[in-house]
């Protein structure tokens, strides 16, 4: 999730779940045959709370963790619906770069890279 402004919206990950409270960005997984777009909807109206209302596919990439190996595909949002609340037990926090969080999660951060390089 983006804002107009350039934040970008972190949450931190709930106790239970491998890395509790690393800092990622916002997700889930694809259920068997779901789409991306349907998947996205899905996961950010369970965690967060928030209707999508536009997104788009932005990046992908593996990252092989100690308990598994993820594809993560990123998208960015841009517009939705609700003001976003950590149903999962989860911190939410808008960030600008250099984030002022920490731990992060791995996966996150070429994702932070990737976000500096746009920024140029």
């Known amino acids: 999730m983006v804002r107009a402004d350039g934040a970008f919206l972190m949450a931190s990950r709930p106790e239970g779940k491998p890395y509790?409270?690393?800092?990622?960005?916002?997700?889930?997984k694809l259920e068997v045959g779901e789409s991306l777009q349907?998947?996205?909807a899905r996961e950010f109206e369970e965690e967060l709370g928030v209707r999508v209302r536009q997104a788009q596919f932005w990046r992908s990439l593996r990252m092989d963790y100690p308990h598994a190996l993820?594809?993560?595909?990123?998208?960015?949002?841009?517009?939705?619906?609700?003001?976003?609340?950590?149903r999962e037990g989860?911190?939410?926090s808008w960030q600008?770069?250099?984030?002022?969080?920490?731990?992060?999660l791995p996966g996150a951060l070429p994702v932070l890279e990737w976000l500096a390089q746009e920024r140029g």
């Open 90 to 92: 989860q911190q939410l």
């Open 70 to 86: 993820v594809d993560l595909q990123f998208c960015r949002i841009t517009a939705w619906d609700g003001d976003p609340q950590g």
């Open 38 to 40: 349907d998947a996205l």
């Open 96 to 104: 600008t770069l250099p984030v002022t969080l920490s731990p992060v």
């Open 20 to 28: 509790a409270g690393y800092w990622e960005f916002p997700g889930g």
